[in-house]
């Protein structure tokens, strides 16, 4: 799995970018390596481009990064916007996004204007494209 981001500030937003193959373990450290970056602010709107990613993560895996996520005060502040195109990463997605109390802080989508649209911030389109 490869992992990049960026903070940018002056439009309170946090790209994302995950490749390869996806793990419950890598996840969980790319959140940490984010949720430790001093420019991180738990409000900033954020975009995850899962397009070129697969998954190599059981639903089970996934409820307990889940749980992990819910119960942390560095999430859940602000709205975050999923890419994906490969079946199972949309599935899994959408099975992370229903085990997140507030479901409606979490878009899915295979479009990055669409997903710039649900986090109201179009910002996004000079950063990533379609």
Known sequence: MEYTYQIIPEHQLVIEKITGEVTVE??????QTVFSD??????YNGIMDLRKATSAMTKVELYGF??????TEMFGQSKWAIVADDPIVVALS???QQRIPDQTTIG?????EAAADFINKPEVLNYLSD
Request: net charge positive.
């Open 66 to 71: 889940a749980s992990l996520i819910s119960q």
């Open 94 to 96: 959408t099975i992370f």
């Open 108 to 112: 899915i989508f295979c479009t990055i």
């Open 26 to 31: 890598g996840l969980a450290q790319k959140t």
């Open 38 to 43: 001093p420019q991180y602010v738990p409000t």
